[in-house]
Structure formats: structure tokens, C-alpha cells
């Protein structure tokens, strides 16, 4: 392979869809004022289920991102990408008429795909035979077909990919998206998360395995990041998209930069299939690769997006990794467990966190992790409890860790010339 020149990777444009607004400042806002996107469950019939609270985008209408038409040829998570991608290109000021759009890379995961519209074929199907399933099933519940619908709408011809990586989605679209950009690959990319899989089955599927927590008397106070009283999440629906750019092509157009992704780093943990490694070893390791990658050392970092299901094994868990990781200096770095308020967004989780950490810097203001009242000696960092705190930030990591063991954490820097 030939030698290539690299370069500085600037994040220049982002876009939300979310349970707490449908657009990033509303996004955003939500999680200044701490409050929760969890309620009880409208997608499916709660009378079927014990488990009764998701985190449901609210007020979204494909039509206002997309004609009629392909709104019709999309499922839920790809019409959050469409809808994304397009708030993040506008506000990125990228005049795609005056770039080279092979250049431009499209690389959006989901982890769930279009699993709702699986379920719901599979029960037309027994009900009414072959003759009822929809003509467009197939090629909209395919996973791949959010980065290629973004592609399709906005004409990108750069590589398109798709991870699958649970939990960790987002987080490492963005980090490989980075990687192509500064090999030299793209001068552009549009990346991140999406999923919209709150369903019967779907949730089902994880109560079974104890990660849903029960409604309580308020389902807005059930998801408790490293509370001692922790007990599980709430499925959620969201996408987070990111546009990064060169920064030599974002400084010759005279964009806005929001900070610049410095590092990524992954890990495995090759432990179990759902649970974390309790030893937090290969999160750990990830951070530092993360940090290396960026040329920083533990004593940088200001702030972390947690991963903080709010689930007793991974806040303990990742609680470990990040001390392994960072050693004394944990103690002195705020820690923000954002799930508390946005549910468990599947593969959309990491992008929100590393737009989190963009939005940190630009506004020297960290979220809080709310529902915190009863701290649990094996999570005793700063989780900034309930109250978002103003704070200068310059470098901040986004963690995520998904089942099956993958770990990926992304390092954002402050920018400067």
C-alpha cells in the first residue's frame, strides 16, 4: 500500500434525532437542564410485557426530511439517518456542489437495523400468508441501508459501510470515519449511529436478560447510572451523526470547527457474551489507545462521556477501566452518565456521547447524570450528580463498550490552530 500524508480530522457538522428533541441544540438543552427522556412505552402494547419504559423519539414525521415517496422506502432507523445527516451537512456549511463526492465517505451503524419491521412482517405473515408481506421488506430492514439511503439523498460516492458493533456502533463509525479521513481516503465523512428497534420482542429480549429496569413510580427516574440503587436502562430510539472534515479543507471554506477528533481507540474483551470483563482491562485499554492515539497522556483529560447503562455489572465495570486507564488523575475528571436521560440507544449511544463531548467543549458546560442519590463504593468517581456544572473542557473521551465484549472510546480536543 502506498504512502500516504496525513491529516488533522475537525468535526465541522452534527446532527440528532432523539427522545429528547429532534435536532442537536434540542438535544442538547435536554441534557443541560438534566431532564429525562424516559417515559412509558408507546411503540408497543405494555399490557403484553413487564417491561414498560423506553426512551421513544417524540414528534418526528419522515415527511418534514424527505418526500412521501422515500419516506415510504425506508424503515425507522434509516428515516433517523436521512433526517440526521441532513441537519448535520447543513450545519456543516459543506457545499457538496463544490467538492469531489467520492470523496466524501458515508459510514453509519445500527445495531438493531429495521428489527421492528421484522417483527412486524413476521406477524403478518402468520396471520395472512406469503401474498400480505410488504414489497420493500427486504431491502429496508437490511442494516446497511441507512449509510446507502444517506448516499442515495444527498448523491455521496465515497466508501459507504456499515458497522455492527451492539452497543459500541456509533462510537466506532466515527472513529473508522476519522481514520479515513486522515489517511487521506476522504477529505470528508458522514458518520454515526442509528437505531430505532423499541419493540415488543425487542424489549423483551433484553429484560430477559435482567438490563431493563422496571418503571417504578416514575419511569422518568428509573435509569441510575452508578447509583448505588442502580438496576438496569430503558431501551431507546435515536440517531447521532457527525460530518468530519480535513481540517485543511474545512479551513480553506472557512467553517466552523466544533473541536477536533484526536484519537480512537478498541479493544475486546473476549469475556462473555453480554456482560463486561469485571476487571475492566480491555476498556482500559481502549481508553489508552484512544489517548495515544491522540498524543495525550491520562493527566489531559477533563471529562468523560460514560457509557452508564445504569446496569450493577457495567458501571463497576467501567468505573475500574477508567482508574486502570487514567490512575489517580480519575478522581480529578468529570464523569457524565447521559443514558440517564436518553435511555439506551443501541447503536446510536456512542455518536450522542462524542457529540456530547463536542457540544462540552464548545459550551464549557457538562452534562449531569441524574437520578444520583445513593453512591455505590465500587463507582466512586465524579458523576457530576443531577446538576450540569460549568467547567472548561479541552479534552474529553466518549466511552462505549457493547456486548460481546467490543470496546471503542473516541478522545475530542478543543481546537486550535
Known amino acids: 500500500m502506498k504512502t500516504q500524508q496525513t491529516h488533522r480530522v475537525v468535526i465541522t457538522g452534527m446532527g440528532a434525532i432523539t427522545p429528547l428533541g429532534n435536532s442537536v441544540a434540542a438535544m442538547w438543552d435536554g441534557l443541560a437542564a438534566g431532564r ?8 408497543y402494547d405494555t399490557d403484553q410485557i413487564p417491561y414498560v419504559i423506553a426512551a421513544e423519539v417524540k414528534g418526528f414525521d419522515p415527511r418534514d426530511y424527505m418526500d412521501a415517496k422515500a419516506a415510504r422506502r425506508m ?23 463544490a467538492i469531489d463526492r467520492t470523496r466524501v465517505a458515508v459510514n453509519i451503524g445500527t445495531s438493531l437495523g429495521g428489527t421492528a419491521n421484522v417483527e412486524a412482517q413476521t406477524l403478518q405473515f402468520e396471520a395472512k400468508g406469503r401474498k400480505r408481506i410488504d414489497t420493500l421488506y427486504l431491502p ?45 481516503d476522504a477529505l470528508a465523512a458522514v458518520c454515526g449511529g442509528t437505531d430505532a428497534g423499541v419493540t415488543a420482542l425487542n424489549t423483551m429480549g433484553f429484560g430477559v436478560i435482567g ?27 435515536a440517531c447521532g451523526i457527525l460530518v468530519l472534515e480535513q481540517l485543511e479543507h474545512a479551513l480553506a471554506r472557512g467553517a466552523r470547527i466544533y473541536a477536533e477528533l484526536a484519537g480512537f481507540g478498541a479493544t475486546e474483551d473476549a469475556f462473555h457474551i453480554t456482560a463486561p470483563a469485571p476487571t475492566g482491562q480491555y476498556a482500559a485499554l481502549a481508553i489508552t489507545r484512544a489517548l495515544e492515539d491522540a498524543e495525550l497522556a491520562p493527566a489531559d483529560v477533563d471529562h468523560i462521556s460514560a457509557h452508564g447503562t445504569g ?39 456512542g455518536a450522542l456521547a462524542v457529540i456530547g463531548c463536542a457540544k462540552t467543549i464548545e459550551t464549557d458546560l457538562v452534562p449531569p447524570t441524574i437520578n444520583y442519590q445513593q453512591p455505590d463504593p465500587a463507582c466512586d468517581l465524579d458523576y457530576v450528580p443531577n446538576v450540569a456544572r460549568s467547567q472548561r473542557v479541552n479534552v474529553a473521551l466518549a466511552n462505549a463498550f457493547g456486548f460481546g465484549g467490543q470496546n471503542a472510546v473516541i478522545c475530542v480536543r478543543r481546537y486550535q490552530a
Open 140 to 184: 429496508t430492514f437490511i442494516y446497511n441501508m441507512a449509510s446507502c439511503q444517506v448516499a442515495i439523498q444527498h448523491g455521496l460516492h465515497g466508501p459507504t459501510t456499515t458497522p455492527v458493533l451492539a452497543c459500541a456502533t456509533g462510537t466506532y463509525a466515527i472513529g473508522e470515519a476519522a481514520r479515513a479521513v486522515h489517511r487521506g
Open 36 to 43: 429525562s427522556g424516559v417515559g412509558y412505552a408507546t411503540g
Open 311 to 349: 446496569t450493577p455489572l457495567n458501571d463497576a465495570a467501567e468505573t475500574q477501566a477508567i482508574k486502570l486507564a487514567l490512575g489517580e488523575h480519575a478522581y480529578r475528571v468529570s464523569v457524565s452518565g447521559i443514558k440517564s436521560m436518553l435511555g439506551h440507544t443501541a447503536g446510536a449511544a
Open 75 to 97: 424503515a425507522r432507523f434509516a428515516q433517523f439517518a436521512v433526517a440526521a445527516a441532513g441537519e448535520a451537512l447543513r450545519d456543516s456549511g459543506l457545499n457538496l456542489d
Open 211 to 237: 438490563a431493563i429496569a422496571p418503571a417504578g413510580d416514575d419511569p422518568a427516574a428509573a435509569v441510575r447510572p452508578f447509583d448505588a440503587r442502580r438496576h438496569g436502562t430503558a431501551g431507546g430510539e
